[in-house]
């Protein structure tokens, strides 16, 4: 189990015990009211959750009115209808259950997983490689009510031909042009950006080009018309291993705690079970019957024939 949910101490619990808050129909709740809610919050995100003032305010709302409308509930007498306390009693067996599996996990002695992580990146090469970077700027296009395709398309032919006449002017045009308000104002400048970020015949198209300076023909995308001018390229890199070995580790224990779990689970399930099949069968009736549908209306070839008719009919009026 670990620390951040292990059982509270004797000492804890007489710490614990003053209210930190209370209403004023005496619903209260002390510290380790709040430990049990956080205990299904990641341990990692804890700190960040608390420390948020709303948050706390908001926490601990929510718990007084679980908490004042349970007290009441009690005084009802909910608890004592059968049904309600074996619900109660199947809630905490879940509680449990969660706890259980994180004592299989803590109880884990996990082995040296080096040798195994330097042989998963062997295997696995591609998965630890980084991205293929392309630097380039363009100006797109967009399609607007007030031109036609071929209007988008002779302007960016345009465009382009300026460009040709004097690529150094690329980023003026950009900022004049382009519709892609995120990088318009740098002048169409991208930057290094992944190639599987792109849009396929944008991707398509920054593949072919090799020189620095170099612009594109008009290439057509699902956003519309680009031209597009080439700064550079930086090929996929494997990492080195010392920069993924813990991810690997971390991810080679979480593989192996979920098969402990997991055997764990399965044996409960191969137990040998007694079972009532009386019992059993009448579940299917236990909670009332299927409603019947009502019977399908089967229309003759005439009776389409004439509703096609009229809704001709209808249409023309």
Do not use: C, W
């Not at 809610?37 to 706390?56: K, Q, S, W, Y």
């Not at 740098?186 to 072919?208: C, I, Q, S, Y």
């Not at 090799?210 to 519309?224: A, P, R």
């Amino acid at each position: 189990m670990s620390a951040e949910n292990k059982p509270a101490t004797a000492a804890t619990v007489a710490t614990s015990a003053k209210p930190v808050v209370k209403n004023e129909r005496g619903a209260a709740l002390d510290l380790l009211d709040i430990d049990a809610h956080l205990a299904t919050i990641p341990a990692e995100a804890r700190a960040g959750v608390m420390n948020d003032p709303d948050r706390i305010d908001q926490i601990l709302n929510q718990l007084l009115i679980l908490r004042q409308s349970s007290m009441e509930a009690r005084e009802m007498g909910l608890d004592k209808d059968p049904v309600i306390a074996r619900e109660m009693q199947i809630a905490g067996e879940r509680v449990l259950f969660r706890y259980r599996m994180e004592k299989l996990k803590a109880d884990i002695q996990f082995p040296d997983f080096e040798l195994q992580a330097k042989e998963q990146y062997a295997a696995k090469r591609a998965e630890y490689m980084t991205p293929e970077l392309v630097d380039v700027s363009h100006i797109l296009l967009m399609p607007r009510h007030d031109r036609s395709e071929d209007q988008l398309l002779e302007e960016a032919k345009s465009i382009r031909k300026k460009l040709m006449k004097n690529p150094a002017k690329f980023a003026d045009l950009a900022k004049k042009y382009s519709d892609d308000e995120a990088s318009a104002g740098t002048g169409g400048r991208l930057n290094m950006t992944p190639v599987a970020n792109f849009v396929e015949d944008f991707a398509a198209a920054t593949a072919k080009m090799k020189t620095e300076g170099e612009i594109s023909d008009v290439v057509k995308s699902s956003f519309g018309y680009h031209i597009i001018q080439f700064h550079g390229r930086k090929a996929a890199e494997l990492k080195p291993f010392d920069d993924v070995k813990d991810g690997i580790i971390v991810n080679l224990k979480a593989e192996l705690a979920r098969s402990v779990q997991s055997d764990y689970v399965q044996n409960m399930r191969s137990l040998k079970i007694e079972a009532d099949p009386e019992a059993i069968a009448s579940l299917r009736t236990r909670y009332g019957d299927l409603p019947v549908a009502p019977p399908k209306e089967e229309r003759t070839p005439e009776a389409v024939d004439a509703a096609k008719q009229e809704a001709k009919q209808d249409a023309k009026q």
